[in-house]
């Protein structure tokens, strides 16, 4: 592989029919309110770990939780991840913040995440 390492899982983004009432379990379950409170996602914070909930699955449409893969560059991995047999699902777009992010399904379907923090 020629680019640098991941960076690890650092965020999961969980697909949620009723906001107020998954925000009210999530935060029971990680003992800390959210970083994020808006009609479109909640976030929270803990131990470095990123934990979205996304209303409707949002605009990606998610139907299960997605892990996203913090990556030094998106397009090189992206490119290597495709190359190896990944099909892109959603291509990099920005997400605000200097964040960007992709999606790739494996050969088996599963959704995997890539996010680049600038």
Known sequence: ??????QGIRTVLHPVSDLAAAKAVYAA???VPPENDSPYYVGF??????IGLVPG???QG?????????VPDIEARLA?????GA????????????????T?????????GLIQDR
């Open 87 to 102: 099909t892109v699902k959603e291509p990099v777009r920005d997400v605000g913040g200097g964040r960007r992010v992709a």
């Open 104 to 112: 790739v399904t494996d050969p088996d379907g599963n959704v995997l």
């Open 57 to 59: 699955g949002g605009p």
């Open 45 to 50: 914070v803990v131990g470095g770990q990123r």
């Open 29 to 31: 379950l990680l003992g």
């Open 1 to 6: 592989m020629a680019g640098s390492p991941a």
């Open 62 to 70: 998610m139907t299960s939780p997605v892990a996203y893969w913090h």
């Open 80 to 84: 290597e991840v495709t190359a190896a």
